[in-house]
């Protein structure tokens, strides 16, 4: 159980372009979700948490209008990365939390996104 | 402000031999520990945490908050226990993971 998806796993975009990336609970319903950014052989930073229903709230440094997410419902978040630029290549992961645990966290498998 | 480290971003050791991979972290509230795993070409996967005192895959950490540190631990370490390993401080009321820096650990046959 708690399996989280994110589609697509990769994607190549011009600059000045918009992509979506989703992320989903598969078997659980996901209270909270979360976004975060891997550059090669580096940790993980936060970008932003979402709870369905309400807006995100965005970790220092990161600009909400270009990466746009939306927590619609309990089991789908989207991240857009709007007028993409190539510093916005990266390794994007998405996590959900059910709820039910403190801090638990399932992980999707990420998205890497190379723009061009 | 709230940080984890991980000093050693490489570790190589041989089966069979103890394994210590390191953490220390810096927060003024209540800490929450944890230890995630990724395995190569999977995704990032909860290991143990702190509250649960359990031992899994053989490993084990303690929380030690006059040393704030949380090191986790493997008496004989096996090849399958190769891959990155991330120390992460939950913060209370945001709740939310501070990830530290990682550690890519190397069982050598």
């Known amino acids: 159980g708690a399996v989280v998806s994110q589609h697509p796993s990769w994607v190549i975009c011009k600059s000045g372009t918009s992509v979506k990336i989703e992320c989903r609970s598969l078997?659980?319903?996901?209270?909270?979700m979360f976004w975060y950014r891997q550059f090669p052989k580096q940790s993980l930073m936060l970008m932003a948490t979402?709870?369905?229903?309400?807006?995100?709230?965005?970790e220092q440094g990161v600009e909400k209008d270009k990466f746009l997410i939306n927590h619609a419902s309990l089991t789908l978040s989207t991240l857009t990365v709007t007028s993409a630029h190539p510093e916005d290549s990266s390794f994007y992961i998405c996590s959900a939390r059910d709820g039910r645990h403190s801090y638990e966290q399932y992980f999707g498998p990420g998205t890497r996104l190379t723009v061009t | 402000a709230q940080r984890v480290t991980q000093p050693e971003k490489l570790l190589s050791v041989f089966k069979g031999a103890p394994v210590e991979l390191k953490c220390n972290y810096s927060?003024?509230?209540?800490?929450?520990l944890f230890w995630y795993v990724q395995y190569s070409r999977q995704r990032l996967q909860l290991l143990l945490r702190h509250i649960s005192r359990e031992s899994i895959k053989g490993f084990t950490a303690d929380l030690n908050k006059g040393e704030t540190s949380f090191h986790l631990k493997k008496p004989f370490a096996q090849e399958e226990d190769s891959a990155m390993y991330y120390c992460a401080l939950g913060v209370q009321g945001a709740q939310k993971l501070v990830f530290g820096q990682g550690t890519r650990l190397t069982i050598n046959p």
């Open positions: 078997d659980f319903q996901a209270t909270t």
């Open positions: 927060y003024s509230g209540s800490p929450e």
């Open positions: 979402s709870n369905e229903g309400s807006k995100a709230t965005y």
